[in-house]
C-alpha cells in the first residue's frame, strides 16, 4: 500500500532549536493529520488540518496544509527533551466511518542537551 | 476516560505457529481498527470494524490473517500460519462516531 514520503528521516538537534520536517504525496488529500509515537507506545494525534492553505498551531507546534493538498509540513519551536519520538503524517480521504488514513514513513527527532 | 486495551504487550513465536491479539476499544466507540506496523514504517490498516460489522479488509492477507468482533466491543486478531514476515507491532484504534482515532500501545510480534 501506499505511504507518504517524510523528511528528513531523521534528526538530531539541540535542545532549544526549532525543527521543521515536511509530507508528501502523489495524490490529494481533504485532510492532514500529524501524530507524535514514543517508544512502546501507539500514535498520539497531535493536530489536525481540514482545509487546503490552513495554519494551525498547537502550543509550539505549527502544522500547515499545503496549497496543492498534497503535502503538508510541521515546526516545532524552542525544542525540549520530550519531543524526542517519532512524528507520523496521515493524509485522509472521506469523511466519517469512510474515512481511509495512509501514514508517512515517519521522522524520528532526537534532541540533544 | 480508559485507552484503548491491548494484550499482550509482547510475544515471541516460532513460524508456521498461530498467535492472537486482544482489544479492547474505548467505551462507546463504534468504529476498531486494526494496524500493523513494521519497524521503520507507519502503519498500515489491516481491518476495520464498524460496530461488528467489517469495513474495509482489503488489506489483509486473508489465507492466514483473521479478525472478528463478535459482540460489537472487544476484537480479536489472528495469525495462522505466522511468517517471519509478520514481524511487527499490532496496533488497535478505536473511534466514536466523526471522532479522531486513539491507538492502544500496541503488540509486539517476533516471528522466530
Same mark, same amino acid.
Given at each position: 500500500g501506499q505511504q507518504l514520503n517524510q523528511s528528513p528521516q531523521s534528526m538530531f538537534i539541540q535542545e532549544g532549536e526549532d525543527v521543521s520536517m515536511n509530507c508528501?504525496?502523489?495524490?490529494?488529500?481533504?485532510?492532514?493529520?500529524?501524530?507524535?509515537?514514543?517508544?512502546?507506545?501507539?500514535?498520539?494525534?497531535?493536530?489536525?488540518?481540514?482545509?487546503?492553505?490552513?495554519?494551525t498551531s498547537n502550543g509550539r507546534l505549527t502544522a500547515q496544509?499545503?496549497?496543492?493538498?498534497?503535502?503538508s509540513f510541521l515546526n516545532i519551536s524552542a525544542s525540549?527533551?520530550?519531543?524526542?519520538?517519532?512524528?507520523?503524517?496521515?493524509?485522509?480521504?472521506?469523511?466519517?466511518t469512510a474515512s481511509k488514513l495512509t501514514f508517512g514513513t515517519g521522522t524520528r527527532l532526537q534532541v540533544t542537551l | 476516560e480508559a485507552?484503548?486495551? +491491548?494484550? =499482550?504487550?509482547?510475544? /515471541?513465536?516460532?513460524?508456521?505457529?498461530? %498467535?492472537?491479539?486482544?482489544?479492547?476499544?474505548i467505551s462507546g466507540h463504534a468504529?476498531?481498527?486494526?494496524?500493523?506496523?513494521?519497524?521503520? +514504517?507507519? =502503519?498500515?490498516?489491516? /481491518?476495520?470494524?464498524?460496530?461488528?460489522? %467489517?469495513?474495509?479488509?482489503?488489506?489483509?492477507?486473508?489465507?492466514?490473517f483473521s479478525a472478528e468482533r463478535l459482540k460489537g466491543v472487544d476484537s480479536t486478531l489472528k495469525i495462522q500460519p505466522a511468517k517471519l514476515e509478520d514481524s511487527a507491532v499490532y496496533l488497535c484504534?478505536?473511534?466514536?462516531?466523526?471522532?479522531?482515532?486513539?491507538?492502544?500501545s500496541g503488540t509486539r510480534l517476533t516471528v522466530v
Open positions: 508528501t504525496s502523489s495524490s490529494i488529500f481533504n485532510t492532514w493529520l500529524w501524530y507524535k509515537q514514543d517508544p512502546g507506545e501507539g500514535p498520539v494525534l497531535l493536530i489536525a488540518l481540514y482545509k487546503a492553505g490552513e495554519l496544509f499545503g496549497i496543492t493538498r498534497k503535502d525540549i527533551p520530550s519531543d524526542v519520538g517519532i512524528y507520523f503524517c496521515a493524509g485522509q480521504l472521506g469523511t466519517g | 485507552g484503548v486495551a +491491548q494484550s =499482550p504487550r509482547y510475544k /515471541i513465536i516460532e513460524k508456521r505457529q498461530s %498467535v492472537a491479539f486482544w482489544c479492547n476499544p468504529t476498531l481498527y486494526w494496524y500493523q506496523q513494521i519497524l521503520g +514504517q507507519g =502503519p498500515k490498516l489491516l /481491518i476495520q470494524f464498524q460496530n461488528n460489522g %467489517v469495513v474495509d479488509d482489503s488489506q489483509l492477507p486473508k489465507d492466514r484504534a478505536s473511534s466514536p462516531p466523526g471522532g479522531d482515532r486513539r491507538f492502544g
